[in-house]
């Protein structure tokens, strides 16, 4: 026996149609029970076979009509679905640090070195006056050591110390994308270089490290700072080589948790001779992301100021919610250059660095200093922005709508069309 298959082969779709079928049989049924023994005359009889001929051209009229409608709807869904599938997270541009107004929002700190090294911090007008820090005519903030005041190392143990120049931002940051390109970083025996973030309240709000190590290393070193309870997770989304696991400053004299970037370009000599490179930072509640890209190695959309990191390789080091609630231990950040001398790393470390003579020693030689030099070329601010694409939904949301209305609508249509056909021939 062959059947007529229904349009639609949705569930909803045939149960429609099933009770349309329903309606029609029994519209037919009454028909000839009801009208036929009523008006047994020929013209009766003649009526009621016309009327259920016209029933039937307009239920098959109207079936077709719906079934190109929920058709419509299911393409239009579809569509709906597709638009959703592009929704992305941009980073829109926020503030940028860069050429002649590089400094206007910065401060310069002038006090005490806090890591007990043999510098003087000098103020901005101080700096400014000594040449110590200035934007060059190729649009670069540069910040230097002191490198032609000869010192003893009587002076030095006498509280007299090389100028230096710390400076941090007037904002404070949280959730964002921060880009840093470098022309050039400090580097050489007894220096102790560092680009980083945090604020008065350390360490409850954290620290983070984004660039520093000591003396003429060839890696960056990337390090975290916190109150205990943040843990570095060692198989963790990076390329580098975790040190310390544990973030807790009072752990280990405050060596924080660390990973070393993989690339001998990225610190030092190396560096700088290829031209620097550039740093971003991509901090959010699931991670605190790091990625290094040598000058050749910068992305496009960095260049072109669009910056995505979803299309960079793996970061170099990842501080991970899995180990550290990040909005716990982090927040409100101004971010900081300093170079200090000798002090608690480059200091305790000078013995096994290969350098020569002492620490004082080599502080008290302005020439050892010619490299010790900051040369910036900009620091970009990124917001995390979400397209919003609510009005999608709504539109799907009445698709669906749509659907059920248009069924409605039809089994009402069914009914009545039933109804007036029954009046016409009774």
């Keep these: 026996m062959t059947t007529n298959a229904t349009p639609s082969s949705t569930p909803g779709a045939q149960k429609s149609w099933g009770l349309g079928k329903a309606l029609f049989i029994l519209v037919n049924v009454v028909l000839l029970v009801e009208i036929a023994p009523l008006r047994a005359d020929a013209r009766a009889v003649d009526s009621a076979a016309r009327a259920v001929s016209s029933m039937k051209r307009g239920w098959d009229a109207l079936r077709e009509r719906a079934e190109r409608g929920r058709q419509f709807l299911d393409v239009r869904r579809s569509i709906m679905m597709q638009k959703r599938s592009y929704n992305k997270t941009v980073y829109v541009s926020a503030k940028t640090y860069q050429g002649a107004n590089f400094f206007d929002e910065w401060d310069f700190y002038s006090g005490q070195d806090y890591t007990h090294g043999y510098v003087d911090y000098l103020t901005k007008e101080q700096a400014f006056t000594k040449g110590l820090a200035y934007v060059t005519e190729e649009g670069r903030a540069n910040m230097h050591v002191d490198n032609w005041t000869v010192l003893t190392v009587d002076d030095i143990n006498n509280g007299k110390y090389r100028p230096s120049v710390r400076i941090s931002t007037t904002a404070k940051y949280n959730h964002g994308l921060y880009i840093l390109d470098v022309a050039k970083a400090p580097f050489g025996c007894s220096t102790w270089p560092a680009y980083w973030s945090t604020n008065e309240n350390w360490p409850r709000d954290g620290e983070i490290d984004i660039i520093e190590n000591v003396h ?185 709508s749509s659907t059920n209305a248009w069924t409605s609508i039809y089994l009402l249509l069914i009914t009545s069309l039933a109804a007036r056909l029954l009046s016409v021939a009774l």
């Design 216 to 400: 003429a290393s060839l890696s960056n070193q990337v390090s975290w700072h916190t109150l205990p309870g943040c843990n570095l997770v060692t198989s963790g989304n990076y390329t580098g080589t975790a040190l310390n696991t544990i973030c807790d400053s009072n752990y280990m004299s405050n060596t924080g948790c660390n990973i070393v970037d993989p690339s001998v370009a990225s610190f030092g000599p190396v560096f700088n001779e290829k031209g620097g490179g550039v740093f971003a930072m991509k901090w959010d509640d699931k991670s605190i992301d790091v990625w290094f890209f040598y000058r050749a190695a910068i992305p496009d959309n960095i260049i072109q100021g669009l910056p995505d990191p979803t299309t960079w390789p793996t970061p170099s080091a990842s501080l991970s919610s899995q180990g550290c609630p990040i909005d716990q231990f982090f927040r409100n950040h101004m971010f900081i250059f300093d170079t200090t001398l000798c002090g608690d790393w480059a200091g305790t470390s000078y013995s096994t660095s290969g350098c020569p003579g002492s620490c004082a020693e080599q502080v008290a030689n302005p020439s050892n200093f010619v490299n010790a030099t900051w040369s910036i070329n900009y620091l970009k601010v990124y917001n995390k922005t979400v397209i919003n694409t609510s009005y999608l939904d709504s539109s799907a949301t009445q698709g669906t």
